[in-house]
């Protein structure tokens, strides 16, 4: 194309061109409307020809229209999102040919949003208001906000390549929301768009829907019998709600008594008493109130009742009771009448029904007794004739009367049973007539005491006394409790060193009476030490003391703690306890010991393992190390061992060096070492020529051979061809007045007892024109003179150089340098 305009500027202007026109020139279309492109020639002589093609790679998906035959129009109808191009109109004229783009955007917005989830919204839970707005394009320039008047609650914006875009706007109403609008608007930022089509917006109401709330309810009522009582009871809630009533009766039953706002009942009697309950419900749940209705009464069917029987044997039990039909509820008092004397037993305000029991009747409790109900309405009387006479009585104890030993922490249990007394009771007392708080179980005839588990503070005397009608017996035990549950435990106080004092400390827990407890040590037979306990109210830890300075002839010793609580009573396998130690004496590491296998010369990629060994208590640090030119290098570290082992899977040249096992514990240390050495063929050979391998006829040369190896290798330098075989120790040669003779293929061959490696190297000697070659004077001068100097100078500075850098790769480096003729 920008051939075909250059070739157009270039033509003649003798001619007069054509005028082209495309308009629109650019232009935003909506989605669904007609439009056409409109490309015109004027001034042009002859037919003009057009053509419409697109600058993207895509149809134009338009017809084209030709109403005069200087003018072309490219028609969308309708106008779609794929018409969205760079249009290009092309016009030829005769020779002459000229073009013009548009750039065609489109967009849609057709429809207001679409607002959905408003419709039934549940009070207290989350919901989702959905605005859906469809037919959108270009889908990227939508922003959407959700709106409660004019606050914006949550804004979105849409997405690329979407027709439709949504927004989700979540909210948990509350009943008050109910009715209130909500609007979502959508705003289209497209470029080009007329201003008044850039905004649609939909409105909508929240139809909340909650449970019934504020239910009210009328107040408690007190209705005569055979008057009426009217209740009413509202609430608000969405969905309306409908109002039942039902009334509770016995056993927590309801019946139903009908629908609506209002309840009336007329001509109530005392079955009417009760809670009415009005619960109003909708779709969304209820609630429900209750009102109390209460039907007055005076007081009737009045009675009073003896149970087991109005005739009774003294020291039996009798209940007493009161009954009345009354509303509001009575006062009942119940009376004694003896001799012509009124005796007040129990007056219960606000009754129908009371009870008095008595435990056991005496002689005095018999005669008339009385119930009275009174309330505000009238009063009514019972009553009935209750008889009393009299029982023997006999007390057995058991375990017998005595003393009584009982070991802390058991269960123990004293027995008491009555004789020829149906209804004896029971009391459980200590010196002093103190109460006792233990567990006590009676059944019939007999009553148990429960000590368990039992403490130091349960040792006391513990009296049964049994009390039937008017006669009153007793019987008493003493109790002495022990505790000595466990053996002794022997703790060392640090360590036992031979010369040096030890102590041992020998405990003994929760011991009673401490009094009574004797701790001795024995070695053996031997009685070293006794102690006697001291008196103590509760349980006590007692702890004896051994200080001792062990020798040489106490290890192994078995030193005794042996506790013994002398006590009445005590079991004789429970009165004695022992603990016994052994004397284990401490020392400084001693035979340590470093061990390499397979072997201590190994061949470089071997694999080798390093053991330590001490003997030391307490175990103390095993430290394992290598030193190589005098640097250090841990290698590993075993704490609180007397053996360990480190293994090298492939040794290197590197791995040489002496090894040490070192073994450390608080009262010293020991070393012990081995050599290790790594051998290794020549490898990595490398020939230096000095100062240069391309040399003038009478110039010195000084060949230096590095390489890498153990043990040193033997280094031979050798003319190829000639024979001639030239030795160093070191590595280093020096070939002096060179001719070009000397000119030829150089062997270094460097070989230890494991192997070899050759280099081969050239040397060029150029041939001096001017001078002749000197003589063998001149020569021995040259090297002895200052020429040697230079040359030895400089070689020496290479050599200490190579030497250096050698040493810190942990190599050999043949390097001195030894002046050979050749």
């Not at 949003?113 to 707005?133: D, F, I, K, R, Y």
């Not at 709600?241 to 016995?250: K, Q, Y």
């Not at 009073?304 to 044997?313: H, N």
Request: net charge negative.
């Amino acid at each position: 194309m920008a051939f075909t305009i250059i070739m157009i500027l270039a033509l003649p202007l003798a001619a007069r061109s054509f005028v082209m026109n495309l308009e629109p020139r650019r232009t935003v279309l909506r989605v669904g409307d007609a439009q056409a492109l409109r490309c015109s020639a004027r001034d042009c002589v002859g037919s003009a020809t057009f053509t419409w093609t697109s600058l993207e790679d895509k149809p134009l998906f338009a017809r084209t229209e030709s109403p005069s035959p200087s003018v072309s129009l490219l028609v969308m109808d309708p106008v779609t999102t794929e018409h969205e191009n760079v249009v290009v109109c092309k016009v030829t004229c005769g020779n002459e040919m000229k073009q013009m783009f548009t750039a065609v955007k489109v967009y849609s917005f057709p429809r207001a949003p679409v607002v959905s989830g408003n419709e039934h919204m549940q009070a207290g839970e989350a919901g989702a208001l959905t605005c859906v707005v469809s037919d959108v394009y270009p889908s990227e320039y939508l922003e959407i906000d959700w709106l409660q008047g004019e606050t914006v609650l949550h804004t979105e914006e849409g997405k690329t390549d979407v027709s439709a875009v949504s927004s989700t706007y979540k909210r948990t109403p509350q009943p008050e929301d109910n009715g209130k609008e909500i609007t979502c608007r959508a705003r289209h930022g497209f470029e080009g768009m007329p201003e008044e089509q850039k905004t649609k917006e939909t409105t909508v109401s929240l139809n909340v829907m909650y449970a019934p709330r504020d239910i009210k309810i009328s107040e408690a009522a007190v209705v005569m019998m055979g008057m009426s009582f009217t209740l009413m009871c509202s609430a608000e809630g969405n969905p309306s709600p409908v109002t039942v009533w039902r009334r509770r009766g016995l056993a927590g039953r309801s019946v139903a008594l009908g629908e609506g706002e209002t309840l009336t009942v007329h001509n109530v009697t005392v079955s009417h008493t009760g809670a009415y309950e009005c619960e109003t419900s909708n779709s969304v749940g209820s609630v429900r109130a209750t009102v109390n209705i209460s039907v007055q009464t005076p007081p009737r069917n009045t009675s009073i009742a003896v149970s087991p029987s109005s005739e009774l044997k003294e020291g039996d039990g009798v209940t007493i009771s009161c009954h009345t039909d009354s509303v509001p509820a009575a006062l009942l008092v119940l009376r004694r009448v003896s001799e012509g004397q009124q005796t007040e037993l129990q007056s219960s305000p606000d009754s129908t029904s009371s009870s008095l029991t008595l435990s056991s009747v005496q002689l005095a409790d018999s005669g008339l007794y009385q119930c009275e109900a009174v309330n505000q309405h009238g009063s009514q009387t019972a009553s009935v004739q209750v008889s009393v006479t009299v029982y023997p009585l006999e007390v057995e104890l058991s375990p017998g009367e005595g003393l009584v030993t009982v070991e802390r922490g058991t269960s123990f249990t004293l027995s008491c049973r009555a004789r020829d007394c149906p209804h004896p009771a029971f009391f459980w007392k200590s010196p002093l007539d103190a109460p006792v708080h233990s567990r006590s179980e009676t059944q019939g005839p007999s009553s148990r005491l429960f000590l368990g588990p039992v403490e130091p503070q349960d040792e006391r005397a513990y009296t049964c006394e049994v009390k039937c009608g008017s006669v009153l017996k007793a019987r008493r035990t003493e109790i002495k409790v022990y505790s000595f549950p466990s053996d002794p435990v022997i703790e060392g106080v640090g360590a036992h060193v031979a010369g040096e004092m030890s102590t041992l400390r020998c405990s003994v827990r929760d011991v009673f009476p401490a009094g009574r407890l004797q701790v001795e040590w024995l070695d053996g037979d031997e009685v070293l030490l006794s102690e006697e306990g001291s008196f103590s109210s509760g349980l006590q830890n007692r702890t004896s003391t051994l200080t001792f300075t062990p020798g040489a002839g106490h290890q192994g010793r078995r030193i005794t703690c042996r506790a013994s609580l002398h006590m009445e009573g005590v079991p004789a396998n429970a009165s004695v306890r022992s603990a016994v130690t052994t004397v284990a004496l401490h020392y400084s590491p001693r035979n340590t010991s470093i061990a390499v296998s397979p072997s201590s010369e190994l061949k470089e990629g071997d694999g080798v393992t390093i053991s330590c060994h001490t003997d030391s208590v307490p175990a103390g640090l095993l430290v394992l190390r290598r030193v190589s030119e005098g640097q250090q290098t841990e290698l590993q570290s075993s704490p609180d061992s007397t053996s360990s082992s480190l293994t090298l899977s492939s040794v290197q040249l590197a791995d040489s060096g002496l090894y040490q096992c070192e073994a450390i514990n608080q009262h010293g240390s020991q070393t012990a070492s081995v050599q290790l050495i790594v051998k290794a063929p020549p490898r990595n050979t490398t020939v230096q020529v000095l100062p240069s391998s391309q040399v003038q006829e009478g110039q010195n040369v000084t060949i230096c051979c590095r390489t890498v190896s153990f043990p040193p290798p033997a280094v031979t330098l050798t003319k190829l061809g000639r024979g001639v075989e030239l030795h160093s120790p070191d590595g280093t040669f020096v070939l002096l007045n060179l001719t070009p003779n000397d000119t030829g293929l150089y062997q270094v061959n460097v070989t230890n007892d494991l192997g070899f490696e050759t280099e081969v190297f050239t040397i060029s000697v150029m041939e001096r024109q001017s001078s002749p070659p000197p003589s063998w004077n001149n020569l021995i001068f040259s090297i002895t003179g200052l020429g040697a100097v230079a040359i030895m100078g400089t070689t020496a500075g290479l050599v200490i150089h190579h030497l250096n850098q050698a040493r810190k790769r942990g190599v050999y480096e043949l390097a001195k340098s030894t002046q050979q003729p050749i």
